[in-house]
């Protein structure tokens, strides 16, 4: 019984890593979106498969170096 609050801690730490994630994802396709110019929803609408392949780069790298630091926080 004693390992249930460090269990109830990480889950919440995860969760709140989950969020902080998904949040740094959309900040990150934004900033992707002023940057371009060109509409980056508009190109993804008509199949555009390179605009794609970038949108994807972005959240794969975005997702891996947030998780790394909130990974790093854990220790």
């Known amino acids: 019984?004693?390992?249930l609050p460090i269990i109830l801690s990480n889950f919440i730490y995860a969760v709140i890593?989950?969020?902080l994630t998904i949040i740094?994802?959309?900040i990150g396709y934004k900033i992707f979106?002023?940057?371009t110019s060109f509409d980056t929803a508009e190109e993804?609408?008509?199949g555009n498969i390179a605009v794609g392949?970038?949108?994807g780069s972005i959240?794969?790298?975005l997702g891996i170096a947030v998780g790394l630091v909130i990974g790093m926080g854990l220790n």
């Open 17 to 19: 890593g989950a969020m």
């Open 53 to 55: 392949i970038v949108v």
């Open 59 to 61: 959240f794969v790298g």
């Open 24 to 26: 740094f994802m959309l």
């Open 44 to 46: 993804l609408g008509k």
């Open 1 to 3: 019984m004693s390992e």
């Open 33 to 35: 979106d002023k940057m």
